[in-house]
């Protein structure tokens, strides 16, 4: 059978395989040719070595964001699971309506992250005008909007996850644990939560790499504002790029370092969840 | 008995409370839409006063001054056009690497995990260069790049769910002599259709939202999406149209809406199949 | 296997050199303008529109959006159709693109300049020319200030402009208007302050320094720069607080309405604020308290140059050419261009400009005309430095500690942008 599947191979693999070049492959091998360039557009590259790493690295502003990235993505990543079990949790218990309510708390999930920035950009600004202030004068306002942006869009998102989780629990183990006189919490703790790690383990990669990757609502929420504080890698690597004249590679060199810490982390998941399939 | 259906009494009125909490910014920003621009940031959280309201104009300049119902169009077309294509290919590329066993098979498989990692910024600038040069830069190209950049999750979750159907069926059906192709469309194609599902859920949200690439990609002279015309009523032609901007906004939010409350339930089985794979 | 591998190199060497390719021909070449004044976007779209009619050759005009040209042109300039006219700011600017400049001397605009020193030169190579010349000042409605008490003849200095615009503070509410219009430090408006308003101090230091460009700023009138930036926003239509958050449209509104006196921008704002009536409309000098003010003129100059894409086809380039002579030596273009209302053939408003070329029209804006009368009266127009400014980096600097200040207008806050202002621009400069 394989050999009559291989004849066909030019049908079966062969669109895929070209796109992937196109919009992967090439791309990305240019990439990282490019962060060892000086260049402005491409026809005019210039061989420099390493030069745009250290000057990526001797970038104060770079280096902030990757802090304030890492402190985004963690906060985000507590505030967002937690959140959402607990929400799971309430909406598996019977109760009217738990439907409607499962609905509306995904919605915003679908709504673009442009859209998203500008609508709580409104809301932000009008609720700190009442205190004199506004979104683009102090980064950890928009640190917190950034926050209170993604867990309203991302919550229900991960919601779904946990719910499917917890219906996956088989209904026998819980009466068993009811039966040998566990009370709720002890029930959660020893019961639900162990058999939700597959789940947990997801969402927390999921709102992980989320965190880190974040650009369209950074852009349009706060722009960086004030004086890039409140810029997050992504945003500083595009502005980096298009904003400098004769930073070019270093903007692509900020990408390719950027690249490794996020693969840096995929891989972190690869055996984080690896070694729970053992366990079981 | 009494008292856990007092309490689930306490608990639909509490998250009642807590949706529409949930639901308040959509609904203060269309309340704003039908405000007149220059009151908007002065008091977005009033509602609109003799004064201050304007009726529908801010929805007419969004859609006069700034063509929102072309990027409506093109939004729709890409979004179909590459889903569609995403499917189609990604799962016939998928089905092929894992029933046929090779280097590059695995090859193409480990790839697919890569790109599905990689930070778009890594590619913003080649990717637009690659695809200025190939005369992507079209609603009709861009489906091309989508096809390229999505196909990562897309094979990935495909080969996940191919791995489970057992080959007896496809084997008999070859040894009654039907070609791969028609295997495929008329035997494994069906028995996937939940992936299909899924995926094209994912793929939908995913372009659907997109700003940066279609931004970089496109020929934006003549074509842009809905993010790209929201992102530039705020930052072009020297002012901004907070008016026009929350008409925009809201009617950006209302196909997304139906959308969702006209699919919702594969849009929950999809997010969630999904998750679990990836 | 070696034969895949071929078949995939060869793939590969395709692909790379349609990297390096061209674009598609059209036979008599066609014109994309990256225009960088969104204020006058609608009025080239139409002017590209009657010269594809009249000509067939095609031409695309697309405008960048406020605050994002260097971004929209080097992404645009990657392209295989990069544009084919775009602008830089002046010599600064020019450090960015000049490998993409044409040549332009002995050309036929070339030809049309008034004079010379409009051409923006690259050693001998004339790489941009000038092709508006504008002015900025502090803008005012005449009949706010006569109800006020006061009139242009009053201020003459930065202490006058101080007297009177907190006497209208003071009376703030029984007038029914303020001194100014909000100063929004949103990004459609910012550039007012980090880059007009900063030309004054920049203007002094330069005069007093004797120089015309510098590396290292010294900031010696930064004083005179928070004193102006104090009076703004203490006695403008909102809480300094809310700046940020103000845009340029919330300024020409409240300017419109009569809600406040003082509105600083430029010849290009005429068609904004028309509507009160051009005997109301005048325009002062930004005094900010040097010495020898007294003969202070208007804010005039350029950071507009046109370049022509010197990498683009021959075809293309001289299509460029042809489009750009057009413009300032047609009826139809000249009218455009230095026309205000009704000068378009759509019966829009025309762009109001006055231009460094031959044809220059005598103008209908009355911001125009009251610089000329400032240059007219013997007064020193006060000449245009922010094309020195190192980077569009140090003027994002530069705004940003503004709005900072402006929210709390501390010692500490002003001190950051000074730093901003004179280590931003050596770091800036050093790149």
């Known amino acids: 059978m394989e050999k009559a599947i291989k004849k066909y191979m030019p049908i079966f693999v062969f669109p895929t395989l070209a796109a992937f070049i196109i919009g992967f492959i090439l791309p990305f091998i240019l990439g990282i040719w490019l962060s060892f360039c000086e260049f402005t557009t491409v026809t005019d590259a210039k061989f420099v070595g390493f030069s745009n790493y250290i000057k990526a690295f001797q970038d104060p502003d770079f280096l902030h964001s990757f802090w304030f990235t890492a402190l985004f993505a963690i906060v985000s990543l507590v505030v967002i699971n937690v959140f959402a079990f607990l929400l799971a949790l309430a909406l598996t218990q019977k109760m009217r309506g738990t439907n409607i309510f499962r609905t509306i708390f995904f919605m915003p999930n679908l709504i673009g992250g442009i859209v998203l920035g500008y609508i709580w950009q409104l809301i932000i600004n009008g609720v700190l005008a009442k205190y004199n202030t506004a979104l683009a004068l102090n980064e950890w306002y928009g640190f917190w909007g950034l926050i209170i942006l993604v867990s309203w869009q991302q919550i229900g998102y991960m919601m779904i996850i946990y719910i499917a989780g917890l219906q996956a629990i088989p209904g026998d183990i819980i009466e068993a644990a009811q039966i040998d006189g566990a009370n709720p919490i002890q029930r959660l703790f020893k019961v639900t939560l162990p058999m939700m790690m597959p789940s947990i383990t997801i969402c927390v990669f999921l709102s992980i790499t989320n965190g880190f990757k974040l650009f369209d609502q950074n852009l349009s929420l706060t722009a960086g504002e004030p004086s890039k504080l409140s810029e997050l890698m992504a945003l500083n690597i595009y502005n980096t790029f298009y904003g400098r004249v004769g930073w070019e590679g270093v903007g692509q060199a900020k990408a390719v370092i950027f690249f490794i810490i996020v693969v840096g982390i995929g891989m972190w998941q690869l055996k984080a969840t690896r070694a729970k399939e053992v366990q079981q | 008995m009494k008292m856990k259906r007092t309490l689930s009494w306490v608990g639909t009125i509490v998250f009642t409370i807590l949706g529409l909490i949930y639901i308040a910014p959509i609904i203060i920003v269309l309340i704003n839409s039908f405000k007149n621009k220059v009151y908007i940031n002065l008091e977005p959280f009033k509602l609109p006063s003799a004064e201050t309201w304007t009726g529908l104009s801010n929805y007419a300049s969004a859609i006069n001054q700034y063509g929102f119902l072309d990027a409506v169009g093109w939004t729709v077309f890409i979004t179909v056009g590459s889903v569609l294509v995403i499917l189609l290919c990604t799962s016939m590329c998928a089905w092929y690497i894992t029933r046929v066993k090779s280097t590059f098979s695995s090859a193409m498989y480990a790839l697919c995990a890569v790109s599905m990692v990689v930070p778009f910024q890594m590619v913003m600038f080649t990717l637009s260069l690659v695809a200025d040069r190939l005369r992507l830069n079209t609603p009709w190209g861009i489906i091309i790049i989508y096809l390229g950049f999505g196909a990562g999750l897309a094979v990935f979750m495909f080969c996940g769910f191919v791995k489970s159907i057992p080959l007896e069926i496809e084997e008999a059906a070859m040894i009654d002599g039907c070609t791969p192709l028609r295997t495929f469309f008329t035997i494994v194609g069906p028995i996937m259709k939940p992936t299909y599902i899924s995926v094209g859920i994912l793929e939908t949200m995913w372009i659907w939202n997109d700003f940066l690439l279609p931004y970089l990609v496109l020929d934006i002279n003549k074509y842009k999406t809905i993010s790209i015309v929201v992102q530039y009523m705020k930052g072009s032609y020297g002012r901004v149209d907070m008016g026009a901007i929350m008409a925009a906004l809201i009617m950006a939010v209302i196909p997304v809406i139906i959308f969702y409350l006209s699919c919702q339930k594969h849009i929950i089985k999809g997010v969630a199949a999904g998750a679990v794979k990836g | ?431």
Not at chain 3, 41 to 60: F, H, N
Not at chain 3, 101 to 106: E, M, N, V
Not at chain 3, 298 to 316: F, H, I, P, R
Not at chain 3, 355 to 379: H, R, T
């Open chain 3, 1 to 431: 296997m070696k034969k895949k591998l071929l078949a995939f190199g060869l793939v590969g060497v395709c692909l790379m050199s349609l990297l390096t390719g061209c674009g598609s021909e059209n036979e008599n070449g066609k014109v994309y303008y990256l225009n960088f004044k969104p204020e006058q976007d609608a009025q080239w779209q139409e002017l590209a529109e009657i010269y594809t009619e009249e000509t067939g050759i095609p031409v695309t005009v697309m405008t960048a959006a406020s605050g994002q040209y260097e971004t929209t042109l080097k992404s645009e300039m990657a392209k295989t159709d990069a544009p084919t006219l775009f602008q830089v700011n002046g010599p600064v600017g020019l450090e960015g693109w000049k490998d993409y400049c044409y040549d332009l001397s002995g050309s036929d605009i070339a030809g049309q300049l008034s004079s010379t020193e409009f051409a923006l030169m690259d050693g001998e190579k004339m790489a941009g020319i000038s092709y508006v010349i504008e002015t900025y000042g502090l803008i005012y409605n005449k009949s706010l200030l006569a109800q006020a008490g006061y009139s242009a003849e009053d201020i003459n200095s930065f202490a006058d402009l101080k007297a009177v615009a907190e006497d209208i503070t003071a009376r703030s509410d029984e007038l029914g208007f303020s001194a100014f219009t909000s100063a929004g430090m949103d990004g459609s408006s910012d550039w007012r302050f980090k880059t007009h308003l900063a030309n004054l101090p920049i203007y002094y230091e330069y005069k007093a320094d004797g120089i015309g460009t510098t590396d290292a700023i010294k900031g010696t009138y930064l004083d005179n720069y928070r004193a102006i930036w104090d009076l703004y926003i203490n006695n403008a239509t909102c809480e300094p607080t809310m700046l940020s958050t103000k845009t340029g449209d919330d300024a020409v509104a409240e300017f419109v309405t009569g809600k406040a006196v003082f509105y600083q921008n430029g010849t290009w704002a005429y068609a904004d604020i028309s509507s009160l009536g051009d005997e109301n409309i005048g325009m002062l000098p930004i005094y900010i308290g040097v010495e020898g003010e007294e003969n202070q003129g208007l804010c005039t100059g350029t950071e507009n140059y046109w370049c022509v894409n010197g990498k683009a086809s021959e075809k293309d380039i001289q299509a460029t050419l042809d489009f750009m002579n057009w413009c300032v030596t047609s009826e139809v273009g000249v009218n455009a261009m230095c026309g205000t209302t009704g000068a378009m053939p759509s019966g829009a408003d025309g762009m109001g400009f006055v231009i460094p070329f031959k044809s220059n029209l005598e103008s209908s804006n009355v911001l125009v005309n009251q610089a000329n009368e400032y240059v007219a009266n013997g007064y020193t127009s006060v000449s245009w430095n922010f094309p020195t400014m190192p980077s569009e980096e140090w003027k994002n600097g530069v705004g940003s500690a503004l709005t900072t200040y402006a929210a709390d207008q501390t010692d500490e806050n002003w001190n950051a942008v000074v730093t901003a202002f004179v280590d931003g621009w050596a770091s800036e400069a050093a790149k």
